[in-house]
């Protein structure tokens, strides 16, 4: 991550389309294009053209990855999409998805797409390399086409059933065989699946924004449990196991990561994030003369702070919405001009003013001591920080690359010492039932884990595995200083 990048990062995108009479690799790459604010680090094309399989993916953003060739190549009637950040599996080509792997009774070819995060990984890849399995990358989206591969069942229905039931996490999956497509979502709704309705054919998406981008008309979202099956029969859906009592939807779907104009379990995410604005505004208000926003997840939140404490809005900081998209690698001079890199600010409306600075979230503390600085060195008189979410004191083990519990600055530090770390004049977090208001459900409906370490599902191997991680350079350190004693 940048010196000048503190936000948490998304996992993925996925979409898929059956279109008979379409042009579907077309169609999917405008559609990775409108999901290309969940990952740019790859992407790829998975399509079956009378059964036959073609596959296109590559390091990069969708304009990097795909020319006019690889569109004609690409033909087919169904088309699936994936446009990655890393989490589980190292950012390496061979991790580009779709992944495809081949059925172990009949080897026909399975694609897979995958937004979210494993939490029992280490104990399925274990299993699968003792059964044989020999693994192309490091995902663990990997895993999960595997076992889809080898999974026993006469049926769909019953195959799903046993991987379902093996799996544990998030898991938002576009699945392809030669002529279905799938859809599929994990029975905690961590991750947003939607559908939606061709003329002639369907399409899945992460966001509704990309059914949007086509003219596609949204139908509704995937049930969390559901899997969603859809051929020259048209669609139908089941769940093949027991859904709980509760839902887990990630909340930072509606705070940072979704895009404004998609609507998340029915909810329009920009007005949303207007309502934690004006909660924001009510539960920590200021004497100030402006109100600006962190761009661009934090925009609408800043028009709703001003809305209701009546200070005017205005832009003040200007976003280079390419920074961090490249794989150069910046030298010692680029690294210390740090956040410059990612905003300018505006002096002649800042200079001399007494500003509200609203933002989504503070991780690790690392950027926003920055935009504070760049702020005064505009002039700016006052600097109030106000924060959309509450503190993030744990770490997510459900697909959010975000930071250890250790590196997280709220677990380690109060919010007047946040507030001195940062170097603002008042520092105010959006309390945890003022966001839940803000979004319209309840806590019983959301994972808030990141906020308050109570997890919807068992996550201690993952606590482990990353403590583990921790420890092994201070293990390799020691062994060879034993090492050169001996020598």
């Known amino acids: 991550m940048p010196p000048f990048d503190d936000n948490p990062h998304e996992a993925c995108g996925v979409f898929g389309v059956y279109g008979p009479d379409d042009d579907v ?9 409108a999901l290309q604010h969940r990952g740019q680090e790859s992407a790829g094309i998975a399509t079956s053209n009378n059964g036959e399989f073609a596959l296109r993916t590559g390091m990069g953003l969708v304009s990097q990855v795909f020319d006019e060739e690889d569109l004609a190549f690409l033909r087919g009637e169904i088309a699936l999409g994936h446009t990655r950040y890393s989490t589980a599996g190292g950012s390496m080509e061979c ?14 070819p399975i694609a ?6 494993l939490t029992n990984a280490e104990v399925l ?33 019953e195959r799903f059933h046993y991987v379902m039931r093996r799996i544990e996490g998030a898991y938002s999956l576009a699945i392809m065989t030669r002529d279905t497509l799938f859809a599929v979502r994990d029975p905690l709704g961590v991750r947003p699946l939607c559908i939606g309705k061709m003329e002639n054919g369907w399409v899945v998406a992460s966001e509704s924004c990309a059914l949007e981008h086509l003219g596609v008309p949204f139908v509704r979202d995937v049930e969390p449990g559901e899997v969603v099956q859809i051929d020259s029969a048209g669609l139908r ?16 779907e509606y705070t940072y990561f979704a895009r ?34 962190v761009p661009d997840s934090a925009t609408p939140a800043a028009i709703g702070y001003a809305r209701e404490s009546g200070i005017p809005y205005r832009e003040g900081l200007i976003k280079n919405r390419y920074v961090g998209r490249t794989f150069i690698q910046p030298d010692q001079r680029i690294r210390d001009a740090g956040v410059s890199l990612k905003f300018n600010a505006l002096s002649e409306v800042l200079a001399g003013k007494r500003v509200v600075v609203v933002d989504d979230s503070i991780v690790r503390g690392t950027t926003t001591p920055r935009i504070v600085s760049l702020l005064r060195r505009a002039g700016v008189r006052e600097v109030h920080f106000r924060i959309t979410t509450p503190p993030i004191s744990s770490p997510c083990y459900f697909g959010v690359d975000m930071a250890t ?39 019983d409906k959301l994972c808030n884990a990141c906020f308050t370490g109570r997890y919807p599902i ?18 390799a350190a020691a062994e060879s200083l034993n090492r050169m004693g001996r020598a």
């Open 25 to 33: 690799a077309r169609l999917t790459f405008y559609g990775l294009y």
């Open 95 to 108: 991790n580009a998805q779709p992944i495809i792997v081949r059925d172990a009774e009949s080897d026909a």
């Open 112 to 117: 897979l797409a995958h937004n979210g995060n």
């Open 125 to 157: 890849r274990a299993d699968l390399e003792a059964q044989g399995i020999v693994f192309d990358g490091t995902a663990d989206s990997e895993l999960i086409a595997h076992l889809l591969a080898i999974a026993p069942g006469g049926t769909w229905e």
């Open 237 to 252: 859906s089941f769940k093949p196991v027991a859904v709980p009592n509760r839902e887990a939807a990630c909340t930072f």
């Open 260 to 293: 404004p104009d998609s609507r998340i379990n029915g909810t329009l995410v920009y007005s949303a994030r207007e309502r934690m604005g004006a909660v924001l505004a009510r539960e920590h208000p200021v004497d100030a003369d402006i109100v600006i926003g």
């Open 405 to 443: 519990r250790s590196e997280l600055i709220a677990a380690n530090q109060t919010v007047s010492e946040i507030n001195a770390h940062i170097g603002s004049d008042s520092l105010g977090f959006l309390s945890l039932e003022g966001l839940m208001k803000a979004i319209g459900r309840g806590q």
């Open 458 to 475: 068992d996550v201690q191997m993952q606590m482990e595995r990353i403590e583990a991680a921790r420890k092994e350079p201070a293990l």
